[in-house]
Protein backbone atom coordinates (compact mmCIF):
# COMPACT_ATOMS: atom_id res chain seq x y z
CA UNK A 1 0.00 0.00 0.00
CA UNK A 2 0.74 3.33 -0.91
CA UNK A 3 1.35 5.01 2.72
CA UNK A 4 2.89 1.65 4.16
CA UNK A 5 5.73 2.35 1.26
CA UNK A 6 6.01 6.00 1.95
CA UNK A 7 5.98 4.78 5.86
CA UNK A 8 9.27 2.52 5.39
CA UNK A 9 11.14 4.37 2.59
CA UNK A 10 10.74 7.96 5.46
CA UNK A 11 12.25 4.92 8.14
CA UNK A 12 15.13 4.04 6.12
CA UNK A 13 16.36 7.27 5.68
CA UNK A 14 15.92 8.57 9.39
CA UNK A 15 18.06 5.22 10.53
CA UNK A 16 20.76 6.36 8.16
CA UNK A 17 21.00 9.66 9.40
CA UNK A 18 21.26 8.41 12.49
CA UNK A 19 23.75 5.21 12.07
CA UNK A 20 25.66 7.62 10.11
CA UNK A 21 25.67 10.11 13.53
CA UNK A 22 26.10 7.31 15.72
CA UNK A 23 29.30 5.70 14.24
CA UNK A 24 30.82 9.27 13.86
CA UNK A 25 30.15 9.73 17.80
CA UNK A 26 31.24 6.21 18.80
CA UNK A 27 34.69 6.27 16.25
CA UNK A 28 35.48 9.66 18.72
CA UNK A 29 34.68 8.24 21.59
CA UNK A 30 36.78 9.75 24.82
CA UNK A 31 35.10 8.04 28.24
CA UNK A 32 34.90 10.06 31.15
CA UNK A 33 32.59 10.26 34.48
CA UNK A 34 29.51 11.96 34.46
CA UNK A 35 31.35 14.51 36.57
CA UNK A 36 34.12 14.49 34.24
CA UNK A 37 31.74 15.28 31.11
CA UNK A 38 29.84 18.15 33.27
CA UNK A 39 33.26 20.16 33.10
CA UNK A 40 34.31 19.07 29.64
CA UNK A 41 34.19 21.88 26.46
CA UNK A 42 31.85 20.82 24.34
CA UNK A 43 32.37 23.30 21.71
CA UNK A 44 32.73 21.58 18.53
CA UNK A 45 29.95 18.86 19.28
CA UNK A 46 27.74 20.29 22.51
CA UNK A 47 25.13 16.91 21.61
CA UNK A 48 23.16 14.66 23.91
CA UNK A 49 24.56 11.75 21.24
CA UNK A 50 28.22 12.79 22.29
CA UNK A 51 27.68 12.87 26.11
CA UNK A 52 25.64 9.27 26.11
CA UNK A 53 28.77 8.34 24.36
CA UNK A 54 31.39 9.00 26.35
CA UNK A 55 29.80 8.22 29.34
CA UNK A 56 31.88 5.94 31.19
CA UNK A 57 30.04 2.28 31.56
CA UNK A 58 26.95 3.33 29.29
CA UNK A 59 25.73 0.78 26.32
CA UNK A 60 26.63 2.04 23.27
CA UNK A 61 25.01 -0.26 20.83
CA UNK A 62 23.99 1.06 18.07
CA UNK A 63 20.74 -0.47 18.80
CA UNK A 64 21.06 1.36 22.36
CA UNK A 65 21.30 4.69 21.04
CA UNK A 66 19.45 4.44 18.21
CA UNK A 67 16.29 4.13 19.95
CA UNK A 68 17.29 6.66 22.60
CA UNK A 69 18.10 9.32 19.56
CA UNK A 70 14.46 8.11 18.19
CA UNK A 71 12.66 8.46 21.49
CA UNK A 72 14.05 12.33 21.65
CA UNK A 73 13.52 13.29 18.38
CA UNK A 74 10.22 11.41 18.06
CA UNK A 75 8.65 12.48 21.44
CA UNK A 76 11.04 15.54 21.99
CA UNK A 77 9.60 17.90 19.39
CA UNK A 78 6.01 17.68 18.36
CA UNK A 79 5.19 17.34 22.49
CA UNK A 80 7.14 20.87 23.05
CA UNK A 81 5.72 22.76 19.87
CA UNK A 82 1.80 21.88 20.90
CA UNK A 83 3.16 23.40 24.48
CA UNK A 84 4.76 26.61 22.63
CA UNK A 85 1.32 27.20 20.43
CA UNK A 86 -1.14 26.83 23.31
CA UNK A 87 1.29 29.01 25.50
CA UNK A 88 0.78 31.89 22.85
CA UNK A 89 -3.08 30.92 22.50
CA UNK A 90 -3.81 31.82 25.77
CA UNK A 91 -1.69 34.41 26.33
CA UNK A 92 -3.00 36.34 23.35
CA UNK A 93 -6.57 35.71 24.64
CA UNK A 94 -6.09 36.29 27.61
CA UNK A 95 -6.07 39.48 30.19
CA UNK A 96 -3.42 42.18 28.38
CA UNK A 97 -1.84 42.81 31.59
CA UNK A 98 -0.48 39.28 32.10
CA UNK A 99 0.81 39.43 28.35
CA UNK A 100 2.48 42.60 29.13
CA UNK A 101 3.59 40.92 32.90
CA UNK A 102 5.53 37.71 31.32
CA UNK A 103 6.86 40.15 28.12
CA UNK A 104 7.95 42.71 30.67
CA UNK A 105 9.73 39.96 32.64
CA UNK A 106 11.34 38.35 29.10
CA UNK A 107 12.43 41.91 27.79
CA UNK A 108 14.22 43.24 31.42
CA UNK A 109 16.30 40.12 31.53
CA UNK A 110 16.79 39.58 28.00
CA UNK A 111 17.86 43.33 26.71
CA UNK A 112 19.66 43.04 23.99
CA UNK A 113 20.93 39.39 24.04
CA UNK A 114 20.00 37.58 20.91
CA UNK A 115 19.68 33.88 23.35
CA UNK A 116 19.31 33.34 26.73
CA UNK A 117 21.60 31.63 29.06
CA UNK A 118 20.73 29.02 32.04
CA UNK A 119 21.14 32.02 34.77
CA UNK A 120 18.34 33.88 32.31
CA UNK A 121 16.09 30.82 32.39
CA UNK A 122 16.03 30.88 35.88
CA UNK A 123 14.88 34.23 35.68
CA UNK A 124 12.53 33.98 34.04
CA UNK A 125 9.88 32.75 36.13
CA UNK A 126 6.93 34.03 35.04
CA UNK A 127 7.21 32.90 31.31
CA UNK A 128 7.90 29.45 32.95
CA UNK A 129 4.88 29.45 34.91
CA UNK A 130 3.02 30.71 31.77
CA UNK A 131 4.55 27.81 29.78
CA UNK A 132 3.42 24.97 32.55
CA UNK A 133 0.25 26.24 33.25
CA UNK A 134 -0.28 25.57 28.96
CA UNK A 135 1.22 22.17 29.90
CA UNK A 136 -2.32 22.05 32.54
CA UNK A 137 -4.69 22.68 30.44
CA UNK A 138 -3.37 21.11 27.50
CA UNK A 139 -1.29 17.66 28.39
CA UNK A 140 0.93 16.70 25.94
CA UNK A 141 0.03 13.62 25.89
CA UNK A 142 -3.48 13.88 27.63
CA UNK A 143 -3.31 9.96 28.29
CA UNK A 144 -1.04 8.15 30.25
CA UNK A 145 -0.91 3.87 29.94
CA UNK A 146 0.44 2.04 32.65
CA UNK A 147 0.15 -1.84 34.38
CA UNK A 148 0.17 -2.61 37.46
CA UNK A 149 3.49 -4.46 38.65
CA UNK A 150 2.41 -6.04 41.85
CA UNK A 151 -1.00 -6.28 43.23
CA UNK A 152 -1.49 -2.28 45.55
CA UNK A 153 -4.27 -0.31 46.73
CA UNK A 154 -4.53 3.28 45.99
CA UNK A 155 -5.50 5.95 48.00
CA UNK A 156 -9.03 6.67 48.55
CA UNK A 157 -8.71 10.75 47.33
CA UNK A 158 -12.33 11.43 46.12
CA UNK A 159 -13.55 8.22 44.91
CA UNK A 160 -15.43 7.85 48.42
CA UNK A 161 -14.26 4.01 48.74
CA UNK A 162 -13.13 4.24 52.64
CA UNK A 163 -10.51 1.51 52.04
CA UNK A 164 -9.75 2.95 48.58
CA UNK A 165 -8.90 1.45 45.35
CA UNK A 166 -8.20 -2.22 45.00
CA UNK A 167 -5.93 -2.98 41.86
CA UNK A 168 -4.66 -6.45 40.88
CA UNK A 169 -1.22 -7.39 39.18
CA UNK A 170 -0.99 -6.78 35.77
CA UNK A 171 -3.78 -4.66 35.52
CA UNK A 172 -3.72 -1.67 32.38
CA UNK A 173 -4.44 1.65 34.35
CA UNK A 174 -5.24 4.46 31.28
CA UNK A 175 -4.61 7.93 33.24
CA UNK A 176 -6.40 11.24 32.24
CA UNK A 177 -4.25 13.59 32.38
CA UNK A 178 -6.74 15.77 30.81
CA UNK A 179 -9.57 15.46 33.44
CA UNK A 180 -6.75 15.47 36.22
CA UNK A 181 -5.29 18.42 35.38
CA UNK A 182 -8.92 20.04 35.08
CA UNK A 183 -10.21 18.35 38.15
CA UNK A 184 -12.23 20.94 40.31
CA UNK A 185 -11.59 19.13 43.32
CA UNK A 186 -7.20 19.33 42.44
CA UNK A 187 -7.39 22.98 41.36
CA UNK A 188 -8.66 25.89 42.16
CA UNK A 189 -10.81 27.97 39.31
CA UNK A 190 -9.75 24.43 37.01
CA UNK A 191 -10.65 25.84 33.69
CA UNK A 192 -8.72 28.82 33.89
CA UNK A 193 -5.91 30.10 32.65
CA UNK A 194 -4.01 31.51 35.50
CA UNK A 195 0.24 31.22 35.53
CA UNK A 196 -0.06 33.04 38.95
CA UNK A 197 -1.54 29.75 40.91
CA UNK A 198 1.84 28.32 40.80
CA UNK A 199 3.16 30.68 43.52
CA UNK A 200 -0.14 29.80 45.63
CA UNK A 201 -0.01 27.03 47.99
CA UNK A 202 -3.12 24.70 47.49
CA UNK A 203 -5.06 21.76 49.27
CA UNK A 204 -8.61 20.32 49.39
CA UNK A 205 -8.89 17.90 52.69
CA UNK A 206 -11.60 16.54 50.91
CA UNK A 207 -8.99 14.03 48.63
CA UNK A 208 -8.17 12.14 51.32
CA UNK A 209 -4.43 10.60 51.23
CA UNK A 210 -3.60 13.97 48.71
CA UNK A 211 -0.60 16.56 50.53
CA UNK A 212 -2.14 19.24 48.04
CA UNK A 213 -0.19 21.48 45.73
CA UNK A 214 3.44 22.69 48.02
CA UNK A 215 5.57 25.97 46.18
CA UNK A 216 8.06 25.30 48.45
CA UNK A 217 8.60 21.69 46.53
CA UNK A 218 10.02 23.04 43.49
CA UNK A 219 12.91 22.04 42.16
CA UNK A 220 14.06 22.51 38.82
CA UNK A 221 12.55 24.35 35.91
CA UNK A 222 9.47 23.44 36.69
CA UNK A 223 6.62 22.19 39.52
CA UNK A 224 6.81 18.43 38.93
CA UNK A 225 4.57 15.64 40.26
CA UNK A 226 6.07 15.73 43.87
CA UNK A 227 5.17 19.66 44.11
CA UNK A 228 1.66 18.85 43.43
CA UNK A 229 2.07 14.96 45.00
CA UNK A 230 0.99 13.63 41.29
CA UNK A 231 -2.14 15.96 40.67
CA UNK A 232 0.07 17.50 38.03
CA UNK A 233 1.67 14.81 35.76
CA UNK A 234 3.11 16.64 32.64
CA UNK A 235 5.72 14.54 31.66
CA UNK A 236 4.62 11.41 33.70
CA UNK A 237 5.87 10.30 37.10
CA UNK A 238 8.06 7.53 38.80
CA UNK A 239 10.74 5.45 37.15
CA UNK A 240 8.48 5.66 33.92
CA UNK A 241 8.84 9.49 33.74
CA UNK A 242 9.80 11.06 30.37
CA UNK A 243 14.03 11.32 30.75
CA UNK A 244 13.86 14.76 28.92
CA UNK A 245 10.91 16.84 31.42
CA UNK A 246 14.19 19.33 32.11
CA UNK A 247 15.46 19.60 28.78
CA UNK A 248 11.88 20.28 26.98
CA UNK A 249 11.45 23.28 29.84
CA UNK A 250 14.84 25.07 28.69
CA UNK A 251 13.75 24.02 24.80
CA UNK A 252 10.57 25.72 25.42
CA UNK A 253 11.62 28.79 27.76
CA UNK A 254 14.57 29.59 25.06
CA UNK A 255 11.83 29.32 22.32
CA UNK A 256 9.36 31.39 23.99
CA UNK A 257 11.95 34.25 25.26
CA UNK A 258 13.67 34.65 22.09
CA UNK A 259 10.10 34.84 20.22
CA UNK A 260 8.30 37.61 22.71
CA UNK A 261 11.33 39.82 23.03
CA UNK A 262 11.59 40.09 19.14
CA UNK A 263 7.78 40.60 18.01
CA UNK A 264 4.47 40.78 18.99
CA UNK A 265 1.35 39.56 18.25
CA UNK A 266 -2.70 39.80 17.44
CA UNK A 267 -4.91 36.77 16.39
CA UNK A 268 -6.16 37.03 12.35
CA UNK A 269 -9.96 36.97 13.59
CA UNK A 270 -10.90 35.29 16.99
CA UNK A 271 -9.60 33.07 19.07
CA UNK A 272 -12.51 30.89 18.74
CA UNK A 273 -11.56 30.29 15.25
CA UNK A 274 -8.61 28.19 16.41
CA UNK A 275 -10.07 24.84 17.42
CA UNK A 276 -8.53 21.86 19.02
CA UNK A 277 -7.75 18.18 18.03
CA UNK A 278 -6.66 15.48 19.77
CA UNK A 279 -4.37 12.30 19.23
CA UNK A 280 -1.28 11.44 20.89
CA UNK A 281 -0.59 15.32 21.38
CA UNK A 282 -3.08 18.09 21.59
CA UNK A 283 -3.18 20.44 18.42
CA UNK A 284 -4.70 22.96 17.11
CA UNK A 285 -7.92 22.45 14.53
CA UNK A 286 -7.25 25.13 11.89
CA UNK A 287 -3.80 26.30 13.44
CA UNK A 288 -2.65 29.69 15.40
CA UNK A 289 -3.23 32.28 12.82
CA UNK A 290 -1.58 35.44 14.04
CA UNK A 291 -0.69 38.79 12.80
CA UNK A 292 3.20 39.20 13.50
CA UNK A 293 4.92 42.63 14.31
CA UNK A 294 8.58 42.81 15.17
CA UNK A 295 9.45 44.94 17.91
CA UNK A 296 11.93 48.19 17.25
CA UNK A 297 14.98 47.29 19.00
CA UNK A 298 14.91 51.30 20.06
CA UNK A 299 11.64 50.01 22.16
CA UNK A 300 12.18 50.24 26.13
CA UNK A 301 11.35 47.11 28.14
CA UNK A 302 8.18 47.27 29.30
CA UNK A 303 7.52 48.20 32.96
CA UNK A 304 5.69 45.76 35.02
CA UNK A 305 1.76 46.51 35.44
CA UNK A 306 0.95 44.99 38.69
CA UNK A 307 -1.39 42.52 37.02
CA UNK A 308 0.49 39.50 38.43
CA UNK A 309 0.93 40.47 42.03
CA UNK A 310 -3.01 41.63 42.16
CA UNK A 311 -3.76 38.41 41.30
CA UNK A 312 -2.69 37.17 45.00
CA UNK A 313 -3.69 39.97 46.46
CA UNK A 314 -7.89 39.98 45.69
CA UNK A 315 -7.55 36.66 47.29
CA UNK A 316 -6.05 37.73 50.74
CA UNK A 317 -2.43 36.64 49.64
CA UNK A 318 0.63 38.29 49.93
CA UNK A 319 2.49 39.68 47.00
CA UNK A 320 4.26 36.28 46.83
CA UNK A 321 1.37 34.02 46.75
CA UNK A 322 1.43 33.25 50.54
CA UNK A 323 -0.52 33.33 53.46
CA UNK A 324 0.19 36.14 56.00
CA UNK A 325 1.64 35.14 58.98
CA UNK A 326 -0.63 37.50 61.00
CA UNK A 327 -3.73 39.94 60.50
CA UNK A 328 -1.66 42.64 61.92
CA UNK A 329 0.94 41.65 59.32
CA UNK A 330 -1.89 41.67 56.85
CA UNK A 331 -3.27 45.29 58.02
CA UNK A 332 0.26 46.76 57.37
CA UNK A 333 0.22 45.11 53.40
CA UNK A 334 -2.93 46.21 52.98
CA UNK A 335 -1.70 49.76 53.73
CA UNK A 336 1.44 49.37 51.56
CA UNK A 337 -0.66 48.10 48.79
CA UNK A 338 -2.84 51.60 49.01
CA UNK A 339 0.25 53.23 49.28
CA UNK A 340 2.09 51.86 46.26
CA UNK A 341 -1.05 52.13 43.98
CA UNK A 342 -1.58 56.22 45.20
CA UNK A 343 2.04 56.53 44.11
CA UNK A 344 1.44 54.68 40.96
CA UNK A 345 -0.98 56.69 40.20
CA UNK A 346 0.06 60.00 40.92
CA UNK A 347 3.24 59.31 38.72
CA UNK A 348 0.72 58.54 36.04
CA UNK A 349 -0.34 62.18 36.26
CA UNK A 350 1.16 64.61 33.45
CA UNK A 351 4.07 67.13 35.92
CA UNK A 352 2.00 70.69 35.40
CA UNK A 353 -1.26 68.65 36.73
CA UNK A 354 0.94 66.89 39.49
CA UNK A 355 2.30 70.71 41.00
CA UNK A 356 -1.05 71.87 40.97
Known sequence: ?????????DMTMLDDILTGLINRAVSTRSEATAEELEEREYEDDPSLLRFLVDMRGE???SRVLRDDLMTMLIAGHETTAAMLTWTLFELGRGDPGMLQEVQAEVRSVMGSKSRPDYDDLEAMEKLRFALIEALRLYPEPPVLIRRARVEDILPAGGSGLKDGVKVLRGTDIFISTWNLHRSPELWEDPEKFDPTRWERPFRNLGVKGWEGYNPDKIHGLY???LAADHAFL????GKRKCVGDQFAMMEATVTMAMVLNNFDFEFVG???DVGMKTGATIHTMNGLNMRVRKRSTDTL????SGWWTKQHLKRGLNANGRPYDSKEEAAWSANEDVDRM???ALNALPKDLEAK
Open 234 to 237: PFGG
Open 301 to 304: PEKS
Open 270 to 272: SPD
Open 59 to 61: DVS
Open 1 to 9: MGGQVEFRR
Open 342 to 344: ARS
Open 223 to 225: PNE
